[in-house]
């Protein structure tokens, strides 16, 4: 069994003051392969005060030395690849498949800041003023469970590139990929105090970064009942946030649509991740004389996918993270039946050959509305609605009747269509026919999905402010 006793405070890797055992699980099997030691508030202070004394060196650094650095952490992580995707399977019950692509994540948003940081101008004019962008202070990062080594490397990678130092807190849930990414930190020469990780509660260390006067940004991805806890926290001290939040991202299936394309591209879109993302599109709204077809579809397509072993290369949908979550998922597949839904499906329970695990069922219910709770909360599990609708507009209504604003998917064989059907979606990124993730837009959410954008240079600047310098004419 794995005991991790370590966090990163000031360019080095120490024993938390904190003592408390947190038992981590390998999901798949339900079963102990591991503890971490957890820090405490006092942890957390040692971390914000050794990345306050680096700020000022580090935010006049120049931009090519943070170029450099930000390749070295690349390159580092880079060589711990291998063991980042067995992490993932084991400790996150990732896919093998998804696991690489996760792991390779991690790698590549590092990498994508310092391109970022080579064409980026920190000072532009304004009419006869100089606007010089400033790097905000010492940043707050907090990171979820369900990608945590690449959510760690893309919030450094932005906060870096914009020369702020940061203390990060990963998910405890998390904490093998931590020690990995932290070990690979570790070699990659980083200035003490620059990059600090602290393992610890959120109610302990979130608590102390969300409210601390010496902590100017906060960065948090997670789900939004815990952001709204952090904007309030940090409103005391007026600092700078960023929430990436939860989803109820609709797939919007146009009339036009190639069914032997659409329907795989739908089930892709909703199971991503073992359903667990914030980005799943979990509401499929269909043209009600294609519904039918698209459920008989979905129903044969549904029937093919494997639930299992994550180390399988054909397992496309893994465990659930904890007990807690899969007993989560199963209350809503319950809902679902229980307001009138049809499970077309999957369903409660298990699947076959799979033991002890939490795994769920891949599960699709049809004739869902969009005010049934199913529709209605995010679920983050494999469980999909088809909800019916009449014209392009209403599907469009349909579409922006929820809390959450995040992601949303258009399908359609007619693009110019399909774009027009974008630009009316209250949404922080559409994605037609399968658009893959693009690291140079901006990624963040409408409503209750969140504040502020992350990627690209939208995500350096959240870690800068404009400073205008006015000269006389």
Known sequence: MQRINQIFIDGALVTPHGT?????????????????????????ERAIAAAKRAFPAFSRSSKESRIALLRRMAAQVRARVEDLTEALVTEYGAPVSRAGWMAHHAVNVLEDAANVLENYSFTYRAGTADVIM?????????????????????????????????????????????????????????PPGVVNIVTGRGEVVGAVLSSHPDIAKVSFT?????????????????????????GKSPAVVLDDADLNVAVDQALQAGFTNSGQACIAGTRILVPEHMAANFAARVKTAVAGIQSGDPHDPQTQIGPMVSQKQWERVQRYIRLGQEEGATLLAGGEGRPDGTGNGWFVRPTVFADVHNDMTIAREEIFGPVLSIITYQT?????????????????????????????VASQLEAGRVAINGAPHEPAAPFGGFKQSGIGREYGKNGMEAFLEPKAVLVPR
Not at 137 to 158: D, E, R, Y
């Open 392 to 420: 392009e507009e209403d599907a469009i209504r349909i579409a922006n009747d929820t809390l959450y604003g995040l992601q949303a998917y258009v399908l359609s064989s007619d693009l110019a269509r399909a774009q027009r």
């Open 134 to 190: 400033t790097p905000l202070g010492v940043a707050g990062l907090i990171t979820p469970w369900n990608s945590n080594a690449g959510f760690i490397c893309g919030k450094l990678a932005a906060a870096l590139a914009a020369g702020c130092t940061a203390v990060v807190k990963p998910s405890e849930m998390s904490a093998m990929q931590t020690q990995i990414v932290m070990e690979a930190l570790n070699a990659a020469d980083i």
């Open 222 to 246: 997670g789900s939004s009942a815990v952001g709204k806890g952090i904007l309030k926290a940090g409103a005391e001290t007026f600092k700078r946030i960023t929430l990436e939040l939860g």
């Open 20 to 44: 408390e055992l947190f038992d981590l699980y390998n999901p798949a099997k339900a079963e102990v392969i591991g503890q971490v030691q957890l820090a405490d508030a006092t942890d957390a």
